[in-house]
């Protein structure tokens, strides 16, 4: 057997902890030895090494000499400015794919929906965190796909990812499976009427109440400290 190519480890070691970092496996304020993420990974110190250079870039860590690698924090004002541009591009793909989407999509989004409807409604374990994330984030990427554009579809997947870490310590703070749930069907609503205009404010509304409810617990933290 001939040795994987170190580039190819390197995406691996990022994958991995990535992943790790944003189901909060790794948390916000602490400090990681590069050699014990490597013996973690079962991965050599030269492609976590240069997985930890990418992270850096991305802003997940800080590496700090003789102390070792920081998981950096990230406040709920951050994930607001994410779903401040999610509302931009999110509004326009949802206008693009109202143009596009066939009877057999809508279809499937309604499956989509119908599926997500028979979760549990309530619960703050992380299973049900676990499936309310990958439920919302499989409708707003099938929507993005729909939308025929790829540099959208590919701007959207990556801010999904930058706030997929700070759900977990507020998201059971926000879930509503109920009302999240009537908001993708007036989103789905729309598209089925192939209506560009409705299907945008929708999304956007959609958007608009998150964004809300992130805002008042925000308020609620600063009034506690």
Avoid at 52 to 66: A, C, F, T, Y
Avoid at 135 to 158: P, T
Wanted: positive net charge.
């Amino acid at each position: 057997m001939t040795a994987k190519p170190a580039p190819l480890l390197a995406d691996r070691a990022y994958a991995e902890i990535k992943q790790r970092i944003n189901t909060l496996f790794y948390l916000p304020g602490q400090y990681l030895n590069q050699a014990a993420i490597s013996a973690g990974l079962g991965l050599g110190r030269t492609p976590v090494h240069q997985a930890l250079k990418r992270l850096e870039q991305d802003g997940l860590v800080g590496i700090v000499p003789r102390r070792g690698v920081i998981i950096q924090a990230n406040p709920i004002a951050r994930i607001i400015e994410v779903l401040d541009a999610r509302w931009v591009v999110e509004g326009e793909i949802a206008r693009q794919a109202a143009g596009r989407a066939t009877a057999a999509d809508i279809a499937g989004l309604e499956r989509m929906l119908a599926s997500d409807g028979a979760r549990p409604g309530t619960g703050h374990g992380g299973a049900v965190i676990d499936a309310f994330i990958e439920a919302d984030r499989a409708f707003h990427a099938r929507i993005a796909a729909l939308s025929g554009n790829a540099v959208l579809e590919e701007v959207v997947r990556g801010l999904h990812e930058r706030s997929t870490r700070q759900w977990y310590p507020t998201l059971w703070q926000t879930i509503d499976h109920s009302r999240t749930g009537r908001q993708h069907r007036a989103v789905v609503a729309a598209l089925a009427a192939g209506d560009g205009a409705a299907a945008c404010q929708a999304m956007r509304a959609h958007l608009d109440d998150l964004r809300a409810r992130l805002r008042l617990l925000a308020a609620a933290e600063t009034a506690r400290r």
